[in-house]
């Protein structure tokens, strides 16, 4: 696969995606299609900025399953790592929603070969709990993580705790929390704010020498969407992360979307 950044081939994929966004793309017979391009851009202390550029596309149905996939290129390190992505919501029965999420690094280098995600979610009133569970492949073994999570909902008010257990190649148990509060603004405006605190797990240098190391992170994000023009989305990351003993970071991400 690619091991440097391919600029020729993001081109292509906007040409195409741009191609399909046009005015005349949307159509009320056919099911809603969503394209979506994004930049993130962290600096980071001791260590190159982190760069990633993703490409994706999704269909939803009209019972609410949707499926999906993206083309991501991850820079860190001085190196550049493609994936390819595939995920999708599915709708088995009533009050019952399993999401499902899978990335693949065909020759990594700065992250890992494989991740598997699944989240199952149960929807009752105001309140939604969930449960989900994550593995990541590494050259060093496998990380797995358990997340149970609560969402509450309240007019224009969306509030979300969760809790990540994480049980590394070391065979050790880490714990970390995270917070979030969203709330619609205006007609056309959502924005969100969180914080979350614990040891994180990560594929830390570049080839040959790495290795999965424990940081202790505190961060805090912010985000706004925009929805003004029909079928366009804007939206806008910011984050900041203290981590100990190194790779602190900040930074912003920027992604548009059409639907068609």
Not at 109 to 125: D, Q, W
Not at 166 to 177: E, K, P, Q
Not at 201 to 209: E, K, Q, S, T, Y
């Amino acid at each position: 696969m690619f091991r440097q950044f391919d600029p020729s081939l993001h081109l292509l994929i906007a040409l195409l995606c741009l191609g399909a966004l046009t005015p005349g793309g949307i159509k009320a017979q056919q099911p809603p299609w969503q394209a979506q391009m994004g930049l993130q851009a962290l600096s980071v202390s001791g260590s190159q900025d982190w760069l990633e550029l993703r490409e994706a596309i999704s269909r939803l149905w009209p019972r609410g399953d949707r499926a999906g996939g993206a083309l991501v290129e991850t820079r860190r390190f001085g190196h550049w790592d493609q994936s390819v992505e595939l995920r999708g919501t599915l709708h088995p029965r009533h009050r019952l929603y399993l999401e499902l999420e899978g990335r693949w690094t065909p020759d990594a280098t700065i992250l890992e070969t494989a991740m598997l995600h699944a989240t199952v979610s149960v929807p009752t009133g105001h309140f939604v709990p969930a449960l989900g569970y994550e593995v990541k492949s590494y050259p060093q073994g496998a990380v797995h993580q358990l997340s149970p999570r609560l969402d509450w909902y309240e007019g224009r008010w969306f509030l979300r705790g969760e809790a990540r257990f994480t049980r590394n190649t070391f065979g050790t148990i880490n714990f970390a929390g995270i917070a979030r509060a969203q709330a619609d603004i205006a007609p056309d405006w959502q924005a969100w704010i969180g914080v979350a605190a614990g040891n994180e797990d990560f594929l830390v240098g570049a080839p040959p020498i790495q290795s999965v190391r424990t940081l202790r992170t505190r961060s805090a994000y912010a985000g706004a969407q925009w929805t003004g023009l029909p079928g366009w989305t804007l939206r806008l990351d910011v984050v900041g992360v203290h981590s100990e003993p190194r790779l602190s970071r900040a930074g912003a991400a920027l992604s548009v979307a059409r639907s068609f």
